[in-house]
């Protein structure tokens, strides 16, 4: 593998990619630490998971496939696997965090909104 013959168009939509990644996920962590409570928190982190992801294994995709002269798959799996469980784990901790705040009795359990009655 010989990464001293990428091209200059790749290597900046390869530094780009990369750079995005890492400030989406720079302002996730940004985020996490900025909101005020669990719930708000929650969020910033898997937005930045996910998005920064993308840029960075697209990024590492590039140059994987250019180093080799074929295409290489492997960042596709680990984008599959980060996708799918960044929201289920997202999905269980905020169930876990609102059942110990309900049975608590806590201010920050979210409101429940009520159905509509019909007329």
Excluded: C
């Excluded at 910033?44 to 294994?57: C, E, M, N, Q």
């Excluded at 680990?78 to 009795?105: K, N, Y």
């Amino acid at each position: 593998m010989n990464f001293e013959t990428i091209p200059l168009w790749a290597a900046i939509i390869i530094s780009f990619l990369v750079l995005a990644g890492a400030v989406l996920t720079f302002v996730g962590a940004i985020g996490l630490m900025r909101m005020p409570s669990f719930y708000q928190r929650i969020h910033a982190p898997t937005l930045g998971t996910s998005f920064g992801a993308i840029g960075v294994l697209l990024a590492s995709a590039i140059l994987a496939s250019l180093g080799e002269g074929r295409f290489i798959a492997h960042e596709v799996l680990i984008f599959v696997f980060v996708s799918v469980t960044t929201p289920v784990t997202l999905m269980l901790l905020a169930r876990a965090a609102l059942h110990r705040d309900r049975v608590e009795g806590s201010s920050e359990v979210p409101a429940v909104l009520e159905k509509p009655v019909d007329q």
